[in-house]
């Protein structure tokens, strides 16, 4: 099974094999070394064992949802973790990101789509393995501490759990204090692409960081609603 090659591995967890099958030729011909799992149970233990750069993640699954593998997975891992989800289900995106998730593609989607949400991601996650490279100045903002060398926030000493995502989301509105974001830019800015998706991505992102970051979720001292617009960073 596993090979000496040097190629980006990547996991599909899609119990669909027509499904499955295709986006592994694909991207097998775009130099990618994959990796399947057709139930939820089996995808778990490959997503933590395999050695994947990425998962595809399909939600409805046999022995163990979608969701239970991103829950799980984060526990451990913050390998980039792309939902796939049906159509009309809105309500799958949002809890998939707030699992941990780190982006998702609806159903039926576009190869050429889809590539270009893998390598977005992919490239994230390398730019993030190599800022522990480079020196990097920790941020101060009142008693949150943003550290880029390490990928870390702190709020009065306390390293708080974020996700890549929403580390980047944070960092990017922290270093443009006060200026007012629309979530179209901050999805083009922070998730890195031509987003073809909704911009409640940007909403459940900031709803989570919230959770993490302020005392009171709901009354928010660092990340604020400009209403109708979008978001800004307020040194409190
Ligand atoms: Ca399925």
Known sequence: MSTESNATKILI???????????????????FEVETAYDG???????????????LLDIMLPIMSGFEVCK????????????????EEEADKVLGLELGADDYITKPFGMRELLA?????????EQKDAAGEAPAEVQEFGNLEIDPSRYEVR?????????????ELLKYLAEREDHVFSREHLLEEVWGYEYYGDIRTVDVTVSRLREKLEDDPGDPKFIMTKRGIGYYFKKP
């Open 117 to 125: 949400r893998i390598k977005a991601n992919l490239r994230r996650f």
């Open 41 to 55: 149970q089996d995808g778990l233990n490959k997503a933590l064992n395999c050695g994947c750069k990425l998962i």
């Open 72 to 87: 799980k997975v984060r526990e451990t891992s913050d390998v980039p973790i792309l939902m796939l989800t049906a159509k």
């Open 155 to 167: 709020k009065n000493g306390q390293t708080l759990e974020l996700t890549l995502r929403e580390y």
């Open 13 to 31: 967890v899609e119990d669909e094999k027509s499904i499955s099958d295709i986006i592994k030729f694909n991207l097998k011909k775009e130099g």
